[in-house]
């Protein structure tokens, strides 16, 4: 037997037997490639997801609410944070995956070129922004990249806090006078659609699932974790009185699911190739921040630089 194939076979044994792959560990070039653009693509959307939530740090409405929203915002920088790492494991270099943003030539979550323009903005970003990024993300929790898969665990506990902190948020404004249960209705039937298309194409249009789904670094495809998203939010919009903006949706006693109404898939291919309400803000917001912070990353590789020198001497 051939080297290269005794590797793949390697490779295919512990994928089958439900095995992590490991960053010293043989992979094929495609796989590693998939899983840096999935990867990094998460990352980027951890990041720049914090911009839609950081509009309103300072008009929350009460000190509480602040800190709470402070130190949510701040675990999506971690959840980038442990993300970016997980992907440097894959032999890419926090620079070129940053450029690779700037460029343009990576993408990030469609939602969040999407304004807040209300603090009902932010009930509904916790409730179904990370509602749907626990559904997606706990698939992920059993990925075959073993830090990815770790990464996961760790992420997806923070997630049902953020989860719970959006939808207390509309309790609160529900259970308010006529003008803030209007407000987050107002939020919810601008968000609803673009939280659907978080999860991606249809199956049978999305250009990474299958091969992913072999390599079972995706988990479940994009049209169950949207179904299951759905089944659990539509209960949740019952309860304090919302109406999802959908004339299609009804529960289907047959499926056991609810049925839906059709997605906007223009609408969707116009913000993923840079054309939704805010894409140039955000990327043009994360170029400065990064530039500013050019001082921090000298200062921390001159550090590094005279640590190893005192550590020759
Ligand atoms: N937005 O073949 P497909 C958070 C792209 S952040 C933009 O199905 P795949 C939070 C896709 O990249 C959590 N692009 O792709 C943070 C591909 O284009 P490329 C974010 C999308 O990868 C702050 C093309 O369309 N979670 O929770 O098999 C505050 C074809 O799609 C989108 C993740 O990133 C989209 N929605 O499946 C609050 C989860 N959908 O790359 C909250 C990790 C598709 O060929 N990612 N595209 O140029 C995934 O699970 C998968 O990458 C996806 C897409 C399910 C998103």
Request: one cysteine or more; glycine letters at 8%.
């Amino acid at each position: 037997m051939s080297e290269a194939s005794s590797l793949q076979d390697f490779f295919d044994g512990k994928i089958a037997a439900e095995e992590k792959i490991e960053p010293k560990d043989w992979m094929p070039e495609a796989y590693r490639k998939n899983l840096i653009r999935q990867m990094s693509q998460h990352a980027h959307s951890e990041v720049i997801g914090m911009q839609p939530e950081g509009n309103w740090l300072s008009r929350a409405p009460t000190l509480e609410r602040k800190s709470v929203l402070l130190a949510k915002i701040q675990d999506e920088a971690g959840h980038g944070l442990y993300l970016y790492s997980a992907t440097e494991t894959l032999g890419a270099s926090r620079e070129e995956l940053i450029d690779a943003l700037h460029e343009g030539r990576a993408k990030y979550a469609s939602i969040f070129n999407y304004p807040s323009l209300t603090w009902a903005d932010i009930g509904a970003i916790g409730w179904l922004v990370d509602g749907a990024a626990i559904v997606n993300q706990i698939s992920l929790q059993r990925t075959s990249y073993g830090p990815y898969a770790r990464a996961m665990v760790r992420i997806c506990k923070e997630e049902s806090f953020h989860q719970r902190q959006g939808y207390q948020i509309m309790v609160a404004l529900c259970a308010g006078d006529d003008a803030q249960k209007a407000m987050a209705q107002d939020a919810l039937d601008r968000w609803w659609w673009p939280s659907l298309m978080m999860f991606g194409p249809h199956d049978g249009e999305s250009a990474h699932s299958a091969q992913s789904m072999v390599w079972k670094i995706k988990r479940a495809g994009n049209d169950e974790l949207r179904q299951k998203f759905v089944d659990q939010t539509v209960p949740q919009a019952d309860i304090i009185g919302l109406r999802i903006p959908d004339a299609d949706l009804k529960w289907n006693e047959t499926r056991g699911h609810y049925d839906f109404g059709a997605i906007d898939w223009e609408e969707f291919s116009r913000v993923i190739s840079g054309n939704g309400p805010c894409n140039r803000q955000r990327l043009a917001t994360h170029r400065q921040a990064h530039d500013n912070g050019a001082w921090v990353r000298a200062a921390v590789q001159a550090y590094t630089a005279r640590q190893g020198e005192q550590a020759d001497e």
